[in-house]
Nanobody
Framework: QVQLVESGGGLVQAGGSLRLSCAASGRLFMLNSMGWYRQAPGKQRELVAAITSGGTTNYADSVKGRFTISRDNAKNTVYLQMNSLKPEDTAVYYC??????????WGQGTQVTVSS
């Protein structure tokens, strides 16, 4: 079993910053990519950013240049630094981890609210 524990969400004004963290624990043999997804009310869950165990990153176009994903492999932890936040970034953010290339695990979600 794999557990993902997120932290760092909250309320921030437009233009502000937040940092999300997600720590993975449990059966982590072959922990591959880790990433962040988000889901706004009435919308589908979408990829925000992902990072492989080797450090290759992938970002949604809407967050490029504003968000930075990083990873500490020794701690099995992934971070999302979010700068220049916009009201449209408001959503529940979910941590994702891929184990053995095919098994997806999700965190419980953390709310990010950006006020205008």
């Amino acid at each position: 079993q794999v557990q993902l524990v997120e932290s760092g969400g909250g309320l921030v004004q437009a233009g502000g910053s937040l940092r999300l963290s997600c720590a993975a624990s449990g059966r982590l043999f072959m922990l591959n990519s880790m990433g962040w997804y988000r889901q706004a009310p009435g919308k589908q869950r979408e990829l925000v950013a992902a990072i492989t165990s080797g450090g290759t990153t992938n970002y949604a176009d809407s967050v490029k240049g504003r968000f930075t994903i990083s990873r500490d492999n020794a701690k099995n932890t992934v971070y999302l630094q979010m700068n220049s936040l916009k009201p449209e970034d408001t959503a529940v953010y979910y941590c994702n981890a891929v184990i053995n290339w095919v098994d997806n695990y999700w965190g419980q979600g953390t709310q990010v609210t950006v006020s205008s």
